[in-house]
Nanobody, 125 residues
Framework: QVQLVESGGGLVQAGGSLRLSCAAS????????IGWFRQAPGKAREFVAG????????AYADSVQGRFSISRDNANNAAYLQMNSLNSEDTAVYYC??????????????????WGKGTLVTVSQ
């Protein structure tokens, strides 16, 4: 299995940027697809961004396309989410998830087996 720990959340003004990190421990980090999800107060958890095992493919929710960028560094067992041009709708708890590939290859429909505990991002007006 793999353990995931998110960091980098905090309070930021609208228009600002944050970089979230997902530190992983365990075997075969490069075997997993990695995704970032978020859950706003009173809302369901939603997909934000996903990345393939070797980082060659990425996918984003329409709401963050062009503003967020997902990346990974398998040599250091880490994944990242660079968030730019943040607005109030981005306020949420952000989670890192890891999925063992199976079935069809659709990053936006990934269902991680392992999750971090989340990091809170709050965007002020």
């Amino acid at each position: 299995q793999v353990q995931l720990v998110e960091s980098g959340g905090g309070l930021v003004q609208a228009g600002g940027s944050l970089r979230l990190s997902c530190a992983a421990s365990g075997r075969s980090f490069g075997t997993y697809r990695i995704g970032w999800f978020r859950q706003a107060p009173g809302k369901a958890r939603e997909f934000v961004a996903g990345i393939s095992r070797n980082g060659g493919d990425t996918a984003y929710a329409d709401s963050v396309q062009g503003r967020f960028s997902i990346s990974r560094d398998n040599a250091n067992n880490a994944a990242y989410l660079q968030m730019n041009s943040l607005n109030s709708e981005d306020t949420a708890v952000y989670y890192c998830g890891a999925e063992w590939p199976s079935g069809v290859y659709v990053l936006k429909a990934m269902n991680p087996e392992y999750w971090g505990k989340g990091t809170l991002v709050t965007v002020s007006q």
